[in-house]
């Protein structure tokens, strides 16, 4: 018997990915939608960085805030209406040297590893969290470093904590975290800010938040369950100033210093910009091979929002569609 092969699968499971879903399920194109992320991981979840969010102020139709995995859960129920397949697991091999193109993905899940096939293929793998690479960083996930304010804020109740970073990830998770620890020192580079004005501002006037400007972090002192210093050095005119922040007893350090695109799976295959995001043909979502397009976070180093992640999720959805039927596949 030969393998099924599928209209359109679509790699990734955020605004992205499930707005492509809905998109193409609308137009009988059954599509198969391969979730990505970790389910056993506390910072790489299927359905993408809005995991990691609490209130989403700024999607439009939620006049009050929605919190971030709600919002996710209402797209995979939206997406599902209409018969969209979900699959877990991360696709580690790409063949897109001959149609019908060949994934291979691991599942996560169960351990096991299957491969699909499909001719059209749509791109919304996102980006993930940057490490700052000091020493222990990673050996120190969970245990008093983390990327992840949502997720671990709560362990810091009563404590003192503090956040790299000076876009509205770092202003965001600053004034998170107010709610559980009592002090929240924010460590930035520079002494202005990438982050929006208004949220800023919000975390200026905040009580609980204290200022490290002009400031590296090059490592942290642990203290058995969390960390006891993190260690700063400074930058500009602070330059050769070497100090520990004091966050003990079982304090902890939130990075909050962007993302990366997650693309490697498609290295040598489709064309990218230095930075690893995935370049497209103009306005549209093509890609340089024909039959695979691309959305979101993995192509948009620039606005990076959950509703323009959509907008490219739902071009590309129409972009497949209009390919298929050309090719006389759809
Ligand atoms: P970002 O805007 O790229 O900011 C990253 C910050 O980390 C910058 O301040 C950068 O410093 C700093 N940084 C980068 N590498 C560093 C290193 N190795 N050591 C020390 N500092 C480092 O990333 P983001 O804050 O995650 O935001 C990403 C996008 O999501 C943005 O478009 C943002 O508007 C959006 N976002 C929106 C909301 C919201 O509206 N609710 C919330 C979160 C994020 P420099 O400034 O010196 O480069």
């Not at 902890?252 to 064309?271: E, K, T």
């Not at 999720?313 to 039927?325: Q, S």
Request: with cysteine; aromatic share 8%.
């Amino acid at each position: 018997m030969s393998e099924e092969v599928h209209k359109v699968t679509i790699m990734g499971s955020g605004p992205a990915g499930l707005t492509a879903a809905i998109y193409a399920a609308r137009a009988n194109l059954s599509p198969v939608v391969i979730e990505g992320g970790d389910i056993t991981s506390k910072t790489d979840l299927p359905g993408g960085q809005l995991m990691l969010t609490t209130d989403v102020e700024n999607f439009p139709g939620f006049p009050e805030g929605i919190m971030g995995p709600e919002l996710m859960g209402r797209f995979r129920q939206q997406a599902e209406r209409f018969g969209t397949v979900f699959k877990p697991g991360l696709v580690v091999k790409a063949d897109l040297s001959q149609r019908p193109f060949t994934l291979e993905v691991n599942d996560t899940y169960g351990g096991t590893s299957y491969s699909l096939k499909t001719h059209a293929l749509i791109v919304a793998t996102g980006a993930s969290a940057k490490y700052l690479g000091f020493e222990q960083e990673q050996e120190l996930l969970g245990k008093g470093v983390t990327t992840c304010a949502t997720c671990d804020g709560a362990f810091f109740r009563g404590k003192h904590v503090a956040v790299i970073g000076g876009g509205d990830s770092a202003m965001e998770e600053a004034t998170f975290l107010t709610r559980f620890a009592d002090k929240v020192t924010v460590i930035h580079r520079r002494t202005t800010f990438r982050a929006s004005k208004i949220m800023v501002q919000r975390a200026q006037e905040n009580p609980k938040i204290e200022w490290k400007l002009n400031r590296n972090v090059v490592g942290v002192i642990p203290d058995g369950k969390y960390l006891k210093g993190i260690k700063l050095q400074g930058t500009f005119e602070d330059e050769g100033v070497e100090e520990v922040l004091d966050v003990g007893p079982d304090g902890g350090l939130f990075i909050a210093i962007g993302h990366s695109p997650n693309s490697a799976v498609f290295g040598g295959q489709l064309d990218m910009h230095d930075t690893g995001y995935i370049k497209v043909q103009g306005a549209t979502s093509r890609s340089n091979v024909d039959g695979v397009f691309v959305a979101g976070d993995i192509h948009d180093a620039h606005y990076r929002q959950a509703i323009t992640a959509s907008g490219a999720g739902c071009k590309a959805a129409i972009d497949a569609e209009r390919w298929l039927e050309s090719e006389e596949l759809g």
